[in-house]
């Protein structure tokens, strides 16, 4: 039987619902999967001028491609070989009321560009018609993906982007609201009217769980669900979510990581670090005259990211670096080869991006569990922790450990400083758990060479949490500020036990 359960929203998200029913304009609603985006946005509706209208949904990812125009502006009979007769679209169903395009990334680029034109003109032409068609609607799209990536990506359009996005709302991953979280889960117990001690037992484990920094990925959707298989047996249930979890693929806030992996489209964060070691090269002697000034070492560095893998041309090379012959761009090329930072190839000069690789091991007696980019491990007092990392370039190599802990608090303690990197060698750290549990956030940092010194120091650990990405950004920042220009890339370890 189809039932519907409370989102049981913080207050000032509520606040923020009231004010966007009170205005008719379109929306865009950014979450995580199963975060309650769909139940969000039909609220809204219902809270707007628009509630005697229908309430349309459509999720975008499951329209084949090819039927996406149809599906969104109908067609006329005869406009494809099976179109036998005519049928209206979505738009026209939402006529006077709403429509919600649920993951709204997913959407062809060509049919993205009709729906942009619907937007603005507020008409549409269905499939097979000669004639226009007048719309009045409420647009509420929602998307779990980085959106403006995608627009890097080619992907999405940046007219559209901007288009549906006049009204934002975001929602926050559920195990960033441990108390939310807590009564969700007690609402549920509560319909399901679950006998008192089995029912105390679940939330017990529900707390508990929440501690974990993997804690519900699928949010509201797998918290409900984990809660009704609960009556089949807590602790088996318990056991297997945390095997789920073990194996779960971060992907928030991503985008402030340059990772030690190849990545389809470089970010201004990427552009400006790649453009902090060219310009790093003006205290050097002899140097490319572009490396004279950040503002020529950002343009430098975004050329050739714009176009990676593919080479930029030697011509555009040298308009860049403003050499005035091709001595002195060759002069000036070899000297960013020397360095690591770029390579020469027929059709002219290739990034050295991403400048390494690096891998995450859990050292567990004589067991080795490798972890997955993004992935997050689970290990104990007494396990170690083992990065390899394999650096393009010769550079320095940082790795500083910051410990989560109860109540916000953190502990950085810089593991390494200064280590030499040779150009393609396997540099391996390792590092052992002790102490109290905690989230360890373990941060590289790949920088030019010539830094020396350092030494290896024994981790503070403290009481088990997991941070919001606030606490998470706070430990890039301080790493960023530490060993400035270059490359970072992060792993994180759950450390489940204690003394």
């Known amino acids: 039987m189809a039932y519907t359960t409370s989102l049981d929203l913080e207050p000032e998200v509520e606040q923020r619902i009231k004010q966007l029913a009170d205005v008719d304009e379109d929306v865009l609603v950014t979450g995580p999967s199963g975060s309650g985006k769909s139940a969000l946005a039909r ?24 039927l996406a125009e149809s599906t969104l502006f109908g067609h006329e009979r005869g406009a494809f070989t099976t179109a036998h007769t005519a049928a209206p679209g979505i738009v026209e169903a939402a006529n006077q009321g709403t429509l919600f395009l649920d993951e709204i990334g997913e959407l062809p680029l060509a049919v993205q560009a009709k729906l942009l034109t619907l937007l603005q003109d507020r008409r549409y032409r269905p ?29 999405f359009r940046e007219d559209l982007y901007h288009r549906i996005n006049v009204l934002p709302l975001t929602l ?28 105390s037992q679940v939330l017990s484990v529900v707390k508990r769980l929440t501690l974990h920094p993997a804690a519900w990925p699928g949010n509201i959707r797998e918290l409900l669900t984990f809660v009704r298989r609960c009556v089949l047996g807590v602790e088996a249930e318990e056991h297997r979510i945390l095997g789920e979890w073990a194996r779960w693929r971060r992907s928030e806030s991503a985008e402030r990581l340059t990772a030690l992996a190849p990545s389809v489209s470089p970010s201004l964060a990427d552009r400006e670090r790649y453009a902090g070691m060219i310009h790093e090269l003006a205290g050097r002697g002899a140097r490319p005259k572009a490396a004279v000034s950040r503002k020529g070492s950002l343009e430098l560095a975004s050329r050739l990211l714009d176009v990676f893998p593919e080479p930029l041309p030697m011509d555009d090379v040298q308009a860049v670096l403003g050499a005035r012959d091709r001595r002195t761009l060759t002069a000036n090329v070899e000297l960013l080869v020397k360095h690591g930072l770029v ?10 991006w991403p400048p390494a690789t690096s891998a995450l091991i859990g050292l567990r007696q004589s067991e080795r569990i490798p972890a997955g980019p993004g992935e997050i491990l689970s290990l104990a007092r007494g396990d170690r922790i083992r990065i390899e990392i394999t650096s393009k370039l010769a550079g320095t190599l940082g790795v500083m450990l910051v410990t989560h802990g109860s109540g916000g608090t953190w502990a ?59 606490a ?24 489940t036990q204690g003394n």
């Not at 998470?472 to 450390?495: I, K």
């Open 43 to 66: 609220r809204i509706h219902d809270l707007s001028v628009r509630r005697r209208g229908q309430f349309i949904p459509q999720n975008c990812g499951a329209i084949p491609g090819e």
């Open 412 to 470: 950085p303690e810089v593991i390494v400083e200064g280590k030499e990197l040779r150009a393609s060698k396997t540099t391996a750290i390792e590092i052992e758990l002790d102490g109290a549990g905690g989230l360890e956030q373990i941060l590289l940092h790949v920088g030019p060479p010539g830094r020396r010194g350092g030494r290896l120091v024994e981790p503070t650990l403290t009481a088990v949490i997991m941070p919001d990405s606030a």
């Open 343 to 352: 390579q020469v190839s027929a059709g002219g000069v290739v990034a050295s």
């Open 127 to 155: 499939l097979g018609s000669v004639k226009d068609r007048p719309a009045n609607f409420r647009l509420i799209a929602a998307t779990n993906r980085d959106l403006l990536e995608r627009c890097n990506q080619g992907l």
């Open 472 to 495: 998470l950004e706070r430990g890039r920042r301080m790493a960023l500020e530490r060993w400035h220009d270059g490359w970072l890339a992060e792993h994180l370890v759950f450390h």
């Open 172 to 199: 926050r991953p559920l195990r960033d609201a441990p108390e939310r979280v807590q009564r969700i889960a007690a609402e549920e117990v509560k319909r399901l009217n679950m006998p008192e001690e089995l029912g």
